[in-house]
């Protein structure tokens, strides 16, 4: 079922392999969160008039069921297994499970991309649970920044810039919001984590999205956003 809500009719057209033409057209520039003027950008890269048949095609490289690829990959973001341990499960080779992996990933960020994932106020404190609500009763979102670890750049510029004096490794920032129950409602692009979480609010467009969710009605202008604070 959950499959079928991401590939309706297991029609996997709609899934481009990532070493085919239409991947290599539009791919996610990797050195945007670098500036600090741009939203993470898609960069198109030159190719030949004629589509590649053997690198379009999907079962070239994976002789794998629909159901089974996607599992491959389920099971990757849960237990972080290696590509040669799941190459050996998948009976399918290294660079299958990484080409398959990338594949789906990019397909489900556009897939999900498109899912509104902020709830009414109504929900939200209909759901709250009683000790929040007594003390914090119109709070509809909580926020705060998160780190995730990444691969030291080779740029010394770059290292500067994702460097982490907090997490004392080089990181990208994102802005999360959670409801009272934890359930995310709000993720921010990544960002070098040199900016600071005032700037991220700012450049995130969280402010924005608030003021349109008063114009509709979907939060009240009274509804307070609460940021939490670590003290070391």
């Known amino acids: 079922m959950v499959l079928e809500f991401f ?24 050195n945007s969160p670098f500036d600090s003027d741009t939203e993470i950008g898609v960069s ?38 290696s590509a040669i341990d799941l190459a050996v499960r998948f009976n399918v080779s ?22 509104k994932i902020s709830l009414h106020r109504n929900v939200i404190i209909a759901y709250m649970p009683p000790n929040f609500n007594e003390k914090y009763p119109n709070t509809v979102i909580v926020i705060d920044a998160t780190e995730l670890r990444i691969q030291t750049p080779s740029s010394l510029l770059r290292q500067s810039q994702s460097y982490s004096s907090y997490k004392s490794t ?31 609010v700012i450049r995130s467009g969280f402010l924005e999205i608030r003021k349109n969710k008063v114009a509709v009605g979907e939060i009240l202008a009274a509804d307070a956003v609460m940021g939490v604070r670590v003290l070391t």
Request: no cysteine; glycine share 6%; proline share 3%.
């Open 44 to 81: 198109s890269s030159e190719s030949s008039d004629e589509e590649d048949p053997v690198t379009n095609d999907r079962k070239y490289y994976s002789n794998l069921s629909v159901e089974d690829e996607f599992l491959l990959v389920l099971v990757k973001l849960r237990l972080g297994m």
């Open 94 to 115: 290294e660079a299958t499970v990484s080409k398959l992996f990338t594949t789906w990933i990019s397909y489900l960020y556009v897939r999900l991309g498109d899912l």
């Open 7 to 30: 590939l309706p009719e297991f029609n996997t057209s709609y899934v481009v392999s990532w070493d085919s033409k239409g991947a290599k057209q539009e791919r996610i520039d990797p």
């Open 170 to 200: 080089n990181t990208f920032k994102s802005l999360i919001g959670v409801d009272a129950k934890g359930g995310i409602v709000f993720v921010s692009q990544l960002y070098t984590a040199s900016i600071s979480d005032k700037e991220i």
